[in-house]
């Protein structure tokens, strides 16, 4: 294990990290709110701290290799959730403990957008900007953003890139690694800018649009309103909101390449995609047929503009709230919440399992019927018309069992610290499938729970981020051999 590499490379991401706290101290100039010295302080703290990793290494000249990608990647998002807590700790307007800040601060990068704070529209706009571009940068990963900037990194860098998207999607779309990455940020940004313009347009103030954009595009979730995108109670703000959110619930390579070859259908031709269109289509239905059913709503307009919103909402991990759905007819609550298991696609800024994974496995358990049936048979599986490797197919089922053991463990301690079954049960998975809102005790935000689940909810926000696979890595006995 090369561990200088790795205090080289994390200290060369806080020092670009510390430049994130300078936008903040812009917002806070503009509106006169006297908290910029806040962002200040992390500012200079966050940068010491990057020159202090990254000095004595500074002249070592090593490749990646795996082992040393997987630790940069987890002691980064781990390091980074600390010093983005900076600025939510000594801020006197929000009067936070470190486990709040620290759970706030881990909810944010990994988009999870769980919150732990109350009075969201009396904070100062520095404050609500600053956990808006927490999610915004983890959204795209900001691993991915330094391997775009920063060929300082030395030697190759892939490693790095496949550690932080641990998914299945990994296809590089241009020759350099660099350039991918570019690719996907200029994507990202691109979205960002037309939300921001769909939301100003349609009635935000340039400030709410700006931070509206950021959470939308990473599916991220936080607001700087209590009532979440409900505060403004406008169908324009939640159609723009739900393309949005069904855009970057798509796989970014699949953006590129209908971009590159300037051809719509290429999205049609997509198994993940229209298995994702379906998904969302069939849900949709069934919680809009329910409530009309139950009556909740006087107005069939109504039930059709709530049942788009928040089944495209849960079913893409963003957790914007246009209404209460935790008080909707019993099934319909469980019904989402099962949906954001599935998740958005590989390759997007979502969590959940993946609908790829989803679709691979049916596919799987298909062909093990149709075997039963006809036992000398061959039955290939294939995606997108092309024949699945086995060593594919072993790594989902791999995944996956590892996914509902790390539930199941989250789940029991979660219950065991004294939360109740229903709010510990919608706490892990939303933290798990980095959606945010959950049931119970934790419907509107989870400042009631305590902070032994706080914590143990925050490892499930990372679990989830980094798929499993990367963060369970480090507990495998061999990893650490030299």
């Not at 049936?373 to 995606?383: D, L, S, V, W």
């Not at 594919?392 to 053991?405: A, H």
């Amino acid at each position: 294990m090369h561990f200088s590499i790795v205090f080289k490379t994390i200290g060369i991401l806080l020092i670009v990290f510390s430049v994130t706290t300078l936008p903040p101290i812009i917002v806070d100039l503009i509106y006169d709110e006297q908290e910029y010295k806040t962002f200040v302080i992390a500012f200079f703290l966050t940068l010491l701290s990057g020159l202090i990793l990254w000095l004595p290494f500074s002249s070592k000249k090593e490749d990646f290799r795996i082992r040393e990608s997987v630790l940069v990647v987890v002691s980064f998002w781990f390091v980074l959730s600390l010093f983005a807590t900076i600025p939510l700790l000594i801020s006197d307007s929000l009067k936070m403990s470190f486990i709040d800040a620290f759970f706030e601060s881990m909810s944010g990068l990994t988009t999870t957008g769980a919150t732990v704070i109350s009075g969201l529209d009396h904070l100062p706009k520095s404050i609500l900007y600053y956990r808006q571009q927490l999610q915004w940068l983890g959204g795209m990963g900001i691993i991915v953003l330094a391997v775009a900037v920063l060929p300082m990194l030395g030697a190759s860098s892939m490693n790095l890139y496949h550690a932080e998207f641990s998914g299945i999607s990994k296809q590089r779309l241009t020759p350099k690694l660099t350039e991918t990455a570019k690719v996907l940020w200029i994507i990202y940004i691109i979205f960002t800018i037309f939300c921001t313009m769909g939301y100003y347009l349609a009635g935000m103030s340039l400030f709410d649009a700006i931070c509206h954009s950021y959470s939308t595009v990473a599916i991220g979730g936080f607001s700087t309103h209590d009532l979440s995108i409900g505060f403004f109670n406008s169908a324009v703000i939640e159609s723009i909101a739900i393309l949005f959110m069904f855009l970057s619930g798509i796989n970014f390579s699949l953006h590129f390449l209908v971009w590159k070859n300037n051809l719509f259908s290429t999205y049609i031709k997509d198994s993940e995609f229209k298995t994702y269109l379906f998904i969302l289509f069939i849900t949709t239905a069934i919680v809009f047929v329910t409530l009309i059913n139950n009556n909740y709503y006087d107005l069939t307009s109504e039930s059709l503009r709530h049942s788009i919103f928040q089944t495209v909402s849960i079913a893409t991990t963003t957790g914007f709230i246009s209404d209460d759905f935790s008080t909707w007819p019993l099934i319909l609550p469980l019904l989402l919440i099962f949906v954001s298991f599935i998740g958005a696609c590989a390759g997007s800024t979502g969590g959940g399992i993946k609908v790829v994974r989803i679709l691979l496995m049916f596919k799987l358990a298909t062909k093990e019927i149709k075997k039963f049936i006809h036992p000398n048979a061959y039955i290939n599986i294939k995606f997108n018309k092309k024949s699945v490797p086995e060593d594919i197919l072993v790594s989902i089922l791999g995944f996956f069992l590892l996914y509902i053991i790390s539930f199941t463990v989250i789940l029991i301690s979660i219950i065991f610290t004294g939360v109740d079954q229903i709010s510990a049960f919608s706490a892990t998975a939303a933290a798990i499938n980095n959606l945010g809102p959950g049931l119970g005790e934790v419907a509107i935000n989870y400042n009631g729970i305590n902070d032994i689940s706080k914590l143990i909810l925050s490892f499930a926000m990372l679990l989830g981020r980094l798929e499993i696979l990367t963060l369970i890595a480090l507990f495998y006995r061999a990893f650490w051999r030299f």
